[in-house]
């Protein structure tokens, strides 16, 4: 079987359970590490990837292969579930999906997550001084520096041109500097995010 992030196959997983279990292996574990760098909770990051996938599945048949790789995609859709479910924090509406979340998960996924998001609270440190950045600014940064995405691919998933993008980018870097500097916050600054 090919694999499902070629560009045509995507639009399968819509249809063809073998299809999504394929694209589902393949792309768990970045979603994971994507969504743990974001959140905190260990059973709202598992109901999250798993609305990340279920969000892939309605979504796959409008893919677009000429506007990216199934994996830049998917980090589009896995910034919309986590733009979706902070305004459903903000209203209050959070809290049932979290307590149905944690019943689904055993004792093995929940240390499994809990062990991801320890390792990811560097990153969770770093992107709560990203808080403090005007949104577009910030959502080019994560794209770039946290999920490796080129400057050009960052900007098609955010909508906006390359220039754009790259000015967003130095904006960013520039901030998160200042407000970063081991003198004031005793963090050290990551190379990969501050060049």
Same mark, same amino acid.
């Given at each position: 079987? =090919?694999?499902?992030? @070629? ?5 399968? *997983? ?5 299809? /999504? ?5 393949? &792309? ?5 590490? /994507? ?17 990340? /996938?279920?969000?892939?599945i ?7 292969? @000429?506007?990216? !790789?199934? $994996?830049?995609?998917l ?9 979706? !479910?902070?305004? =459903? ?9 979290? +307590?149905?979340?944690?019943? +689904? ?8 997550? @809990? ?39 960052a900007?098609?998933?955010?909508? *906006?041109r390359?220039?754009? $993008?790259?000015?967003?980018? &130095? ?5 998160l500097? &200042? ?7 005793? *963090?050290?600054?990551?190379? @990969?995010?501050?060049?």
């Amino acid at each position: 079987m =090919r694999r499902t992030s @070629e560009g045509g196959d995507l639009r399968r *997983i819509a249809r063809e359970a073998g299809a /999504f279990e394929v694209f589902y292996r393949e &792309h768990v574990e970045a979603v994971q590490r /994507f969504i743990a760098r974001r959140v905190g909770d260990p059973h709202l990051a598992a109901d999250l990837t798993a609305d990340v /996938f279920v969000a892939v599945i309605d979504s796959a048949e409008g893919y677009r292969p @000429e506007l990216g !790789d199934p $994996a830049r995609w998917l980090f589009g859709v896995a910034r919309n579930v986590l733009a979706a !479910d902070r305004r =459903r924090s903000a209203r209050g509406l959070r809290a049932a999906g979290r +307590l149905a979340g944690r019943a +689904l998960l055993d004792e093995d996924d929940l240390a499994e997550l @809990e062990a991801r998001i320890d390792a990811e609270s560097h990153a969770r440190r770093l992107y709560e001084a990203m808080d403090q950045l005007p949104e577009g600014e910030r959502a080019v940064l994560e794209l770039v520096a946290l999920d490796g995405l080129p400057v050009s691919d960052a900007a098609r998933v955010l909508g *906006i041109r390359a220039s754009n $993008a790259r000015v967003r980018l &130095h904006r960013a870097r520039r901030q998160l500097r &200042h407000r970063l500097t081991p003198a004031t916050t005793g *963090i050290a600054t990551p190379t @990969e995010v501050l060049p």
